[in-house]
């Protein structure tokens, strides 16, 4: 196996189309980064965030809400930020989760945007900033469908908590309970999925892990109950970092020189660490 660089651009003019589904912990991080690069190396493309979630005031602990922003739909709160910090346009989608593969097909669309030509090489670019496996099984589904796409998956360990860790203080813990929450939610991986004219160059998240697509337990986002929402397991902040620190690495290679040469990241934001894995190819 040889180590290889794919030119994305080929000596073309770069349009990215991209589509970041998830404004939550990762999300939202992710998303600051990307509208701020997009501005930085003033790239010619479309950025759209999907997400169906309001900002509650759990979330003023570990995403980047704003006490302004409780009661507001995330994808709407983040674009307009954005838009207004870094100048450029960004479009949402909160009118449902996405859970199927038509609606991923319609985020994509390019009727009106202008970005296809002889001189244009334009990529379509998939952020999956989701916490379950149903989500990913959609995506895996868009990604075998289709004949161009890049597909980031980032995902991170949550934090291991009681049950009742939101009405129980942590003094009230037990010994287990509370070493339990000491050793997790510091781990976290990337894996770029890269398809170009219906060849698979690497791997998406479902085919690196395949239980993804074993996992017949996940129901969709919009099927959990109040009760199940407001259980949710956190993630820790410096985690969330460190997952959009892992996309922006992905991204400035993309934005900079055209090219992508890493297939997997994972990182442990406690013990400090981030390892890269590069796309391979048999020679």
Known sequence: MARITVDLKKGRSFYPHIVVVGAGGNGAYVIQQVAQMLSIFNIWGKLVIADYDHFEEKNLANQLCLRSDIGKNKAEALAKRYRSAYQIDISTYSASYVEDVETLTNLFNTDYEGCHGWTTSYLPILISCVDNNYSRQIFHQFFEQVHNLLYIDIGNESVRVPND??????????????????????????????????????????????????????????????????????????????????????????????????????YHSKRGYMRSEPIQAEV
Request: glycine share 4%; charged share 25%.
């Open 165 to 266: 860790f939101r009405l129980r203080p942590k003094e009230q813990w037990t010994a287990d309970e509370i070493d339990a929450y000491e050793k997790s939610g510091y781990t976290g991986q990337l894996v770029c999925g890269l398809k170009v004219n219906g060849s698979v160059i690497c791997d998406p998240i479902a085919s690196v892990f395949p239980d993804i697509l074993d996992d017949k337990d996940e129901i969709a986002p919009s099927q959990l109950s109040c009760t199940q929402l407001a259980a949710s397991d956190p993630q820790r902040v410096i985690t969330n970092r460190y997952s959009s620190l892992a996309a922006s690495t992905i991204l400035n290679e993309i934005f900079e020189l055209g090219t992508l040469s890493t297939h997997k990241i994972f």
